[in-house]
């Protein structure tokens, strides 16, 4: 009986961890709220707005919104930048509202000569965070952070 007490006290304070940090090579953003899926729609494209985004793509029957490529500085004294792009998808459930937030990436200097729609990458919990794959990670998985009272939880598809 000591041995299970002592191996779930262990185990617990990991699965509390991993709750709330993202797995490596997640690319999926799930914000849980008790919003309707209006309210959540409205918020989150708010969020966008107030952290520099344009909306690109407005779907209210459908709840999904996407935003224009946005340049985002992030390294070393923020001297680099990076170009963002973050769709989202909002259902609603028999309990709660789901938000479903992705990304997409690329390098502006490799965007100045190659098409951003053709070239981006997904983005996920990879690479370290001074590079373009971890900075751009931090930035969606801090637009994420921004709805209140959500429960977040992340996924690899």
């Known amino acids: 009986m000591k041995r299970i007490l002592l191996i ?3 185990i617990m304070p990991l699965f509390c961890f991993s709750q709330t940090t993202a797995p490596k090579k997640a690319n999926t953003i799930i914000l849980k709220t ?9 918020n989150f ?9 344009t909306m690109e793509t407005l779907d209210k029957d459908f709840y999904m919104l996407s935003t224009k490529v946005k340049t985002c500085n992030y390294g070393m004294l923020n001297a680099a930048k990076l170009n963002i792009k973050i769709n989202c998808q909002i259902d609603q459930k028999e309990e709660n509202t789901e938000i479903k937030i992705t990304g997409s990436a690329i390098d502006v200097a490799l965007s100045r000569t190659l098409s951003f729609d053709a070239n981006s990458f997904v983005v996920s919990n990879r690479g370290p965070k001074s590079s373009v794959a971890g900075a751009s990670w931090l930035i969606m998985d801090g637009l994420a952070k921004k709805l209140e009272g959500a429960e977040i939880s992340y996924l690899i598809e």
């Open 8 to 10: 779930l006290t262990l």
């Open 34 to 42: 008790g919003l309707s899926a209006d309210e959540a729609f409205k």
């Open 45 to 53: 494209g708010r969020i966008l707005i107030k952290e520099g985004f």
